[in-house]
């Protein structure tokens, strides 16, 4: 089974500051990570994801993740945020070998707030 | 892209009646749909994993007879959650799969918002 921790549950940051979300998984297996932005009271858009290969992963809207194995980290960061960046951000993962086939664990969310 | 569409995008209803809640992928055929449950600021809990033709598949905890899935077509899935109560108000989100393409590939639909009064 995995586990997806986000350590922040809220990041306020300033407009076109950096912002770095923060996102340790948990597994036996080599998994797949996802990172999903969802605006209020719609659903998830994928930012971008891991498969394999290149640990450093760029994604839509300006955003990039890194994936560490050693710290079993996926942290999202953008080097300059917009206001239309407020949402929540989810991180999951997958594993691409299980029985019901890349079902998705999520982490709690992180609630990202740009202010002006 | 690929869209997936949810409805309706909201429902109120009175507490012991049943809400069917539709799932539909509009430019893609999926095998596997899959329905989320997102409570209010958390984050979303798979409850079972659809796939067309065959029964659902729940996790641990979903009471199949309270929440029934049905997988009729490549492009449609339904959850229907049976005899309501307000704990069963919630944001429900459905994710699709296409036949083809990457396996790790979900499009999300818009969600539902179910409010059991």
């Known amino acids: 089974a995995q586990s997806v921790t986000q350590l922040d549950s809220q990041v306020p940051v300033f407009e076109e500051a950096p912002v770095e979300l923060r996102c340790n998984y948990s597994?036996?297996?080599?998994?797949?990570l996802f990172w999903y932005v969802q605006y209020p009271n719609q659903g998830l858009q994928l930012l971008l994801k891991?498969?394999?290969?290149?640990?450093l992963v760029k994604g839509i809207n300006g955003f990039e993740a890194e994936f560490n194995k050693s710290q079993t980290s996926f942290h999202l960061r953008k080097p300059s945020v917009h206001i239309s960046d407020t949402a929540e951000y989810f991180c999951?993962?997958?594993?691409?070998?299980?029985?019901?086939?890349?079902?998705?664990?999520f982490g709690g969310g992180t609630r990202v707030l740009v202010k002006p | 892209g690929a869209v997936v569409s949810q409805h309706p995008s909201r429902v109120i209803c009175k507490s012991g009646t049943s809400v069917k809640i539709e799932c539909r992928s509009l430019?893609?055929?999926?095998?596997?749909m899959f329905w989320y449950r997102q409570f209010p600021k958390q984050s979303l809990m798979l409850m079972a994993t659809?796939?067309?033709?065959?029964?659902?598949?729940?996790e641990q905890g979903v009471e199949k007879d309270k929440f029934l899935i049905n997988h009729a077509s490549l492009t449609l899935s339904t959850l229907t959650v049976t005899s309501a109560h307000p704990e069963d108000s919630s944001f429900y989100i459905c994710?699709?799969?296409?036949?083809?393409?990457?396996?790790?590939?979900?499009?999300f639909g818009p969600g539902t918002r179910l409010t059991v009064l």
């Open positions: 999951a993962v997958s594993d691409p070998a299980g029985a019901a086939g890349n079902k998705l664990t």
């Open positions: 994710s699709a799969r296409p036949m083809t393409g990457a396996a790790d590939t979900q499009y």
């Open positions: 659809s796939n067309e033709g065959s029964k659902a598949t729940y």
């Open positions: 891991y498969l394999s290969g290149s640990t």
């Open positions: 597994s036996s297996v080599s998994v797949y």
């Open positions: 430019d893609f055929q999926a095998t596997t």
